[in-house]
């Protein structure tokens, strides 16, 4: 489906998608994105969030320019922004992320809310970037967050929240791994260990770990610290010897993580999560917690989605209060969801198929059938095609899935 | 809720609305969008559409700007269309209505499809315009098109699933009126009566006519036309004399309007319809049945939605079908529904609140009791308010609309 900018062209925007309607093929078309998929999607997400007292708002896919400029500060905001000027000489852009649009509109209302606030907004956005697998330049998020809560329990209840999502779903424990660490910790760790002139670069380091090898983690930390320090860093992030020892001790000054341990432990025994110092989630804005879901297929062994505490939330609007959430995007969960065999039959609904016999056949049917049918809880498709036989009829109706063909 | 396009406004862009939970607020404040209407509107309407068997698709908010520029011909492609110019050098635009890409994604898989189509689509749509009651920059629209059948029994269908919408939001036959008439037919009236040079002009008289003064409706008809001219035209109009006769004769030659009147008049009596030669539909695209449904409400008397027959819908792309169609907005049915009283309290879900005693006790609550309420179909909302008297956390839990609330 490569894009074509010639007028006429029947392609969508390069990086954006046409979802079908699947069943209203003949046969199957590769390529084909599936609108059923996604709403299933959206709609189980809905479903869990709405169960456990969360609410939807929504915003505006336009935005002025500053609440990304601003934000973000790095080289986002020119080179994968799509930012304009309207007809009245506004700077406006296409939201990239769901966040910021959710801290302006809690600081326009601070003082007329019931906090802690659990909201959530299915939404898409845009980037400009080079489409590739997995990654393209309309993609719709799923904005969970809890804004007014410091941290404690409600860790608990966001990780098991997230375990909660992935059971909506069917998905079985081995099918994902949570990872997760936690920023204050981390920087207590690299402080009491006298790093902290080289904490970016480890940072960075950290955040690549699972992508390199153990020839490359041990080059790049070398590069960077003394040998001994190299060696006591593998072994913490490999759950290994005194370093270990050591990470763990200090993770007690932060009891939020032992609700973590404790609440996964006993509820959800057979999923993987692993506690390590090898979780960075690059933004510079989380302030606490932070986690990283993965595919456990051994196709496609990539990053899900991730999310932490973000007590900064406000601070572009000069306000404050703390805030934990986290954003799925349809798109992995989609090839995860695809990969697994996750996605159910959306064929299963009845469904009655009228051969009208001629036009005013219309009135009858309309008068006792449909009713009847209806109160049945059958979707309806009336056929007009009056000039063909009644086999033929027939057979176009089981094509498009009727399960009751009758005739009036 | 003005606009300001300063830096760290909390402002939503101009002309676009942000949607608030509004269970979240302290007290009502005036003027908010509720997200809980605004998702009863399409949850509605979709619910509806997939019991008459249409299947959903949906497409991206950007196209190539030709899509529009082509397809309207007219000042809406310079005036009101938001266009830029990417970085890859594309002119792209944000749909300013979602007909041509729905023509767009059927051209482009046309021979894989099995037609009859009944399809729908919910999505927003941007218009650079004047923001206004009811006219906004950004707004949604229910998009509903049958493609592949020719004039017939789906006039008919097409009509009831319009009073069958209305019905779902529980709107009384009283609340609205829809008016039709047949584009065909009125171009073969007014060629039987030797008007075709004033065409243009009576198009236009029509399509104003009930905002029209009886006085404004006669002077306008006799700036074109003999005064015995105009006299026939306004009979017509109030179905009064030979005009009207004449009009209804013509008619016969349209089948599927008898059909409409027939399903009407036998499944929907008490349904205001009017069939009248003062309903245009204003672009010129339409090729038969059109319709316009109107809000009876004296304090706001306007069109809701319309729609009709455009047999033209894939020409843009050297295609040919037949199709059929409207296009509710949501801002303007979400005023009817205002209007009438008809939305729901969506406050009616059991919600439990439970206060944790420590940070350990979530555990524990998630051993026993949290699933025992989920079992129950209960919203589950946790209070983790350890410091605060069980009396000030039971009040707030009741604020937050918890009817059960429990302590573990």
């Known amino acids: 489906m490569s894009s074509q900018s010639n007028a006429f062209s029947t392609q969508p925007y390069k990086g954006t998608r046409d979802f079908y309607p699947v069943e209203s093929f003949k046969n199957e078309v590769s390529g084909l994105h599936s609108k059923a998929k996604q709403s299933y999607i959206f709609d189980t997400f809905r479903k869990v969030l709405i169960q456990w007292g969360f609410q939807e708002y929504s915003t505006s896919l336009i935005e002025h320019t500053e609440l990304f400029r601003e934000k973000s500060g790095d080289e986002l905001a020119d080179r994968a922004l799509y930012?304009?000027?309207d007809k009245g000489e506004r700077n406006i852009a296409l939201r990239p992320e769901l966040t910021p649009s959710l801290a302006r509109i809690i600081s326009d209302q601070f003082g007329n809310l019931k906090f802690p606030l659990r909201w959530f907004s299915i939404d898409n956005c845009f980037r400009y970037e080079r489409p590739q697998k997995g990654r393209l330049r309309e993609f719709w998020q799923?904005?969970?967050?809890?804004?007014?809560?410091?941290?404690?329990?409600?860790?608990?209840?966001?990780?098991?929240?997230?375990?909660?999502?992935?059971?909506?779903?069917?998905?079985?424990?081995?099918?994902?791994?949570?990872?997760?660490?936690?920023?204050?910790?981390?920087?207590?760790?690299?402080?009491?260990?006298?790093?902290?002139?080289?904490?970016?670069?480890?940072?960075g380091i950290l955040d690549d770990w699972f992508k390199l090898s153990d020839e490359q983690q041990k080059a790049?930390?070398?590069?960077i610290l003394p040998l001994g320090v190299v060696a006591k860093i593998i072994d913490t992030v490999n759950q290994e010897g005194e370093g270990w020892q050591e990470y763990q001790t200090l993770a007690k000054n932060y009891p939020e993580l032992?609700?973590?341990?404790?609440?996964?432990?006993?509820?959800?025994?057979d999923v993987q999560t692993i506690f390590t110092p090898a979780i960075i989630r690059g933004q510079a804005y989380y302030t606490g917690l932070i986690f990283e879901c993965f595919d456990m297929n051994s196709?496609?062994?990539?990053?899900?989605?991730?999310?932490?505490?973000?007590d900064n939330l406000l601070e572009l609007f000069g306000k404050h209060s703390p805030a934990i959430g986290f954003a799925p995007g349809e798109v992995p969960f989609g090839e995860f969801l695809e990969n697994w065999g996750l996605y159910p039959d959306f064929t299963t609904r009845k469904k009655a198929g009228i051969m009208l016999e001629s036009q005013e056949s219309l009135v009858n049917a309309y008068h006792d059938l449909?009713?009847?049918?209806?109160?049945?809880?059958?979707?309806?498709?009336?056929?007009?095609?009056?000039?063909?036989?009644?086999n033929k009829r027939y057979e176009s109706l089981k094509k498009r899935g009727c399960d009751l063909i009758g005739k009036i």
Chains 1, 2 share one sequence.
């Open 299 to 310: 196709n496609n062994p990539r990053s899900l989605f991730g999310g932490g505490r973000f």
């Open 142 to 203: 799923v904005e969970v967050d809890v804004v007014g809560l410091e941290a404690g329990g409600i860790e608990g209840e966001i990780m098991a929240l997230v375990c909660e999502m992935f059971k909506a779903f069917g998905a079985k424990a081995a099918s994902y791994t949570i990872k997760y660490n936690h920023r204050k910790l981390l920087d207590e760790w690299i402080e009491t260990n006298g790093w902290s002139e080289q904490k970016q670069a480890l940072y």
């Open 220 to 223: 790049q930390l070398s590069a």
């Open 370 to 390: 449909i009713p009847k049918l209806k109160a049945q809880d059958y979707i309806i498709e009336l056929d007009y095609q009056y000039d063909r036989s009644e």
């Open 83 to 85: 930012h304009f000027v």
């Open 258 to 269: 032992t609700i973590v341990q404790n609440l996964l432990a006993q509820q959800y025994p």
